[in-house]
């Protein structure tokens, strides 16, 4: 398997707290990716990163903020959680774009 | 409806079976690829087939994709109880600076 943790696994918050996810690799890809997983919605895109500093939006980014300082970390805030984000969200992995994905194990998010 | 919907949205067969699940999607695509996901994990690749080509085979599965109807199958043969799980396709449009889509999934359940 390839090598993505993220942290925590689960965390419940309060409505109005500001919350940080990390996602850690260890394949020095270039490609990075925070989704967030609903039943019914699949996967959505939050936000990605193409390189080091480099970031851009996803499908639902809105209320979601993304910084990645060094190759093997990818970090997602939520500024202000709201009920509608808790979720199960996902770091991914890819060499390339357009290649195929490694996902991490997940982080659940509850808040209330 | 989404980019990358699966068809059926629930399966359940019997083990020996064959398991067969469709994926629709409304844009031109570069490559289409399917994973599976078990419960309370991450997604796992199982298979990529880009736009030129029309089937692929890996043990097991095989996918055929028909652009012109923008359409893909995956077929699972002699399912196995370990094959139970979620399968999503997810789609790489071909419109520049989109990134991939994953469909709402199909889920399977193989019976003993």
């Known amino acids: 398997d390839a090598g993505i943790t993220q942290s925590p696994r689960h965390k419940v918050t309060e409505t109005g707290t500001p919350v940080t996810l990390r996602c850690h690799q260890t394949e020095n890809h270039r490609y990075m990716y925070w989704y967030r997983q609903d039943p019914g919605h699949g996967l959505r895109l939050i936000h990605y990163?193409?390189?080091?500093?480099?970031?851009d939006k996803g499908e639902v980014s809105d209320g979601y903020s993304v910084s990645r300082s060094k190759t093997e970390d990818f970090l997602l805030t939520l500024e202000s959680a709201t009920s509608s984000q808790t979720s199960v969200y996902f770091c991914?992995?890819?060499?390339?774009?357009?290649?195929?994905?490694?996902f991490g194990p997940g982080t659940r998010l509850t808040v209330t | 409806s989404q980019q990358g919907e699966e068809d059926p949205q629930a399966l359940s067969i019997q083990e020996g079976e064959n398991a067969t699940m469709n994926c629709s999607y409304k844009?031109?695509?570069?490559?289409l690829q399917w994973y599976r996901q078990n419960s309370g994990r991450g997604l796992v690749h199982l298979i990529l087939i880009r736009s030129n080509e029309r089937e692929k085979h890996s043990g097991r599965l095989r996918v055929t994709l028909d652009t012109s109807k923008k359409s893909s199958s995956l077929l699972i043969t002699a399912s196995r109880a370990a094959d139970t799980a979620s399968y999503f396709c997810a789609t790489d449009p071909d419109n520049y600076g989109q990134n991939f889509v994953f469909g709402p999934g199909t889920r399977l359940s193989v019976l003993p």
């Open positions: 991914a992995i890819s060499e390339s774009i357009r290649y195929r994905q490694y």
């Open positions: 844009t031109s695509i570069n490559n």
């Open positions: 990163s193409y390189g080091v500093k480099d970031t």
